[in-house]
DNA sequence: TCAGATGATTCGAT
DNA sequence: ATCGAATCATCTGA
């Protein structure tokens, strides 16, 4: 078959990008989230899911490559969430690409995925509001953001992805605490996120499946639509 | 033209 | 039926 493919709007490659990485601890949309993504950057829902796909599978397999990247939406959706949340002053996005690759972390630990050993800090994701998930995302966004950006992820850079059971809350504690200057791009969310961890102290017994690194969240689907989306889609530039 | 990125297809496993 | 993985085919920038 004639595979005529064709790259994505750079608007619907960010819908899907922000989606991703604010979903990174399952990112495994409903039928509704692809119907809605699927909407929002004007493809189909098979494209949606093969996107997914793929992303899944590259990401995993080059965690490296998508550092930068993950670091980027994970910050620009934080700090969105921190500025809806309360927090108003400054929307200066740090529009440095140097953030997490200068800071020191340049190791390529491919091996597996380090934040995913911070997953159900709080298992009562569910907390029955929207608020509630909206929290819930931004908090999983920041643990991705902490433990992308602290280099010194190395002490539990073990494959925690295959034995979910060994998460303590000494590890989130050294995280959010660290005494290091971790370079942080969203050092107000960080603190913001240690006091999430302080107030939340569920017991984890979830029995996570190795899924392989992603297990399944109870996360409430949830759309985060910080651009425009129905109408403005536009295809891509005549090729 | 080449290499990397990316979307689509195929295949095996669950 | 869906996902992961491998692969193919195309696109894009150098």
Sequence with gaps: MLRKRRNFNKQATEILNEYFYSHLSNPYPSEEAKEELGKKCAITVAQVSNWFGNKRIRYKKNIGKFQEEANMYAARTAVNATNASSHGSQANSPSTPNSAGSAGSFNMSNSGDLFMSVQSLNGDSYQGAQVGANVQSQVD??????????????GLTANQMYSPQGINHSLLRSYTTSPSGLPCIVPHCVAALSNEYESNTPPPPFSSQANGGWQDAPTPSSVTSPTEGPGSVHSDTSN
Excluded: A, P, W
């Design 141 to 154: 966004t920041l643990r991705h953001v902490i433990s992308q950006t602290g280099g010194y992820s190395e």
